[in-house]
């Protein structure tokens, strides 16, 4: 079981910057790749970014390549979301999830927060 907290959502302007933070608990230890989901209203979860637990891949979305950069805290058992020079696009509620394999789809993932709301206002 791992649990998954996400915090530091907010309203930002465009242009502007927020820093997501979630924090694992449960059986975190080696093994489990942690990936940024967003929904914005009306439209599917869509993948953003991924990170293995030990490992130093990255991975992301082409939407927001170049602008979010995801790195992790293994002290901290956090996994961060950086995201610079956000968009009115980027509106969405953002979900932390993990899960042993790496996928670019929701359904590849068991282990979900509870998401974090970021609204980019033009």
Same mark, same amino acid.
């Not at 242009?15 to 059986?27: E, F, K, N, P, Y």
């Given at each position: 079981?791992? *649990?998954?907290?996400?915090?530091?959502?907010?309203?930002? *302007?465009?242009?502007?910057?927020?820093?997501?933070? =979630?924090? #694992?608990?449960?059986? @975190? #230890?080696?093994?489990? +790749?942690? /990936?940024? +989901?967003? %929904? /914005?209203?009306?439209?599917?979860? &869509? +993948?953003?970014a991924a990170i293995h637990?030990?490992?130093?891949? @990255?991975?992301?979305?082409?939407?927001?390549?170049?602008? +979010? #950069?995801?790195?992790?805290?293994? #002290?901290?058992? @956090?996994?961060?979301? *950086?995201?610079?020079?956000?968009?009115? &696009?980027?509106? /969405?509620?953002?979900? =932390?999830?993990?899960?042993?394999?790496?996928?670019?789809?929701?359904?590849?993932?068991?282990?979900?927060? %509870?998401?974090? %709301?970021? @609204?980019?206002?033009?």
């Amino acid at each position: 079981q791992v *649990q998954l907290v996400e915090s530091g959502g907010g309203l930002v *302007q465009a242009g502007g910057t927020l820093r997501l933070s =979630c924090v #694992a608990s449960g059986r @975190t #230890a080696g093994t489990y +790749f942690v /990936a940024w +989901f967003r %929904q /914005a209203p009306g439209k599917e979860r &869509e +993948f953003v970014a991924a990170i293995h637990w030990i490992r130093s891949n @990255t991975y992301y979305a082409g939407s927001v390549k170049g602008r +979010f #950069a995801i790195s992790r805290d293994n #002290a901290k058992n @956090t996994v961060y979301l *950086q995201m610079n020079s956000l968009k009115p &696009e980027d509106t /969405a509620v953002y979900y =932390c999830a993990a899960d042993l394999t790496l996928g670019w789809s929701h359904s590849d993932y068991h282990y979900w927060g %509870q998401g974090t %709301q970021v @609204t980019v206002s033009s």
